[in-house]
């Protein structure tokens, strides 16, 4: 089996490697390049801390380390929670040669990114993501936050970190509903992007449901790699980078009416996924195709009693709706994605009502 695959994001000044691998931590990953002052924070939460910090730490040399243990969750990605953050920063008297090292999911990635992006003006930070979703969505593009009362992510900063380090050995711990949730994210990629990795994927979801290493190296670093693409022609989220939002105001809209933690992120992206095809110019097959690699995936294609005008509804409030103009993204084909602005309501009713109610 291939050992490790390093992909460049490149971002001029703030490029940064991801490396992929298995039994990188229980290997002694060689931090000293990474860890240029003398002291690192580590900070992760209360389910990750008894299953890998002891293994991290046990990499980690010459330096001196402090560790702070978050509570577990989303609704810990909070003022209050970023704010322990940087307590703990002032208290340890960091500098601005400092590293602060985010292990775990997406939670964790996006309050230390953002607590590392405010801390001084900025300390370098490192991500290592133990989910799948984190490995192949959030550690990687600098998008850093923590939400309001008034909305999900509404606080952040765009912040590089300088390494993503991805072990999938620590994906052996966990859940198997949010495996799958990563899934729906790489299904995304190869739908938008990649029709070779979309093939790939058909051939081996069952190979990645029962976490087969090779498979699983393949399948993020396919995804790492197109998104570090799709950021680097467009890291402020200017234009391009939006079609990683495929099946996302659909998701973000059934999320809402449903309520947050009844479908995981994920679930709502599949079923995103699908009625974001349906309004698509594609051969039928194609959406077939992607249905069926859904299911596959064991991800929900379907979720029954939702009114289609509530749904519309929340769709136009979403943050990146202007004068209520959906932009939604739709594919050309599978593995070729664009954004459409002009889409009748009416027909985006139509396919609700049709899929959904
Ligand atoms: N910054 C971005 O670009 C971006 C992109 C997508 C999502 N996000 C954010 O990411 C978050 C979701 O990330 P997530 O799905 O990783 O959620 P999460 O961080 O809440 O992790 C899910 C659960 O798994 C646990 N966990 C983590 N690693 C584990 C392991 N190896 N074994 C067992 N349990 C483990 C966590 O403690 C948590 O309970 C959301 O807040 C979302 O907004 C950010
Ligand atoms: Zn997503």
Redesign the pocket.
């Known amino acids: 089996m291939k050992n490790q695959t390093i992909i460049d994001v490149e971002l001029g000044d703030r490029a940064y490697p991801i490396t992929i691998g298995a039994s990188i931590l229980e290997n002694k990953f060689d931090f000293d390049q990474w860890i240029k002052g003398k002291d690192c924070l580590i900070v992760t939460?209360?389910?990750?801390a008894p299953?890998?910090l002891d293994l991290l730490l046990s990499s980690i040399k010459n330096k001196k380390v402090e560790t702070l243990i978050l509570p577990?969750?989303?609704s810990n990605?909070t003022f209050h929670v970023w704010s322990q953050v940087l307590d703990k920063l002032v208290e340890m008297k960091a500098s601005r040669d400092s590293t602060v090292i985010a292990l775990?999911?997406?939670?964790?990635?996006?309050i230390v990114?953002f607590a590392s992006a405010s801390y001084m003006r900025g300390l370098s930070y490192i991500q290592i993501?133990?989910?799948l979703?984190?490995q192949v969505?959030?550690?990687?593009?600098?998008?850093?936050?923590i939400?309001h009362s008034q909305g999900?992510?509404l606080i952040g900063a765009f912040y590089q970190p300088s390494l993503v380090l991805i072990d999938i050995n620590?994906?052996?711990?966990?859940?198997k509903r949010?495996l799958i949730?990563?899934l729906a994210?790489i299904i995304k990629y190869g739908a938008i992007f990649d029709k070779d990795f979309f093939n790939w994927l058909e051939e081996n979801i069952s190979n990645l449901l029962n976490k087969k290493p090779e498979a699983l190296i393949h399948a993020i670093s396919i995804s790492c790699s197109i998104k570090a693409k799709i950021v680097s022609d467009d890291e402020f989220e200017m234009g391009k980078r939006a079609i990683l939002n495929f099946g996302h105001t659909f998701a973000h809209a059934l999320e809402n009416i449903l309520g947050y933690g009844k479908l995981?992120?994920?679930e709502a992206v599949a079923i995103g996924m699908i009625l974001a095809a349906k309004l698509s110019p594609i051969e039928n097959y194609d959406l077939e195709r992607l249905e069926t690699l859904i299911k596959k995936a064991h991800l929900p294609h379907k979720v029954d009693l939702i009114d289609a005008n509530e749904m519309l509804e929340k769709m136009l409030l979403d943050k990146k709706v202007k004068a209520k103009q959906l932009r939604l993204v739709l594919l050309r084909s599978l593995g070729n994605a664009y954004i459409e602005e002009n889409i009748r309501h009416e027909t985006i009713l139509d396919v609700i009502n049709k899929t959904l109610s």
């Open positions: 939460n209360e389910i990750v299953l890998f577990d969750g989303e990605k775990g999911g997406g939670v964790i990635g996006d990114g993501p133990t989910t979703l984190s969505d959030s550690s990687v593009g600098g998008k850093t936050g939400n999900k992510n620590t994906l052996s711990t966990l859940p949010e949730c990563g994210e995981q992120h994920g």
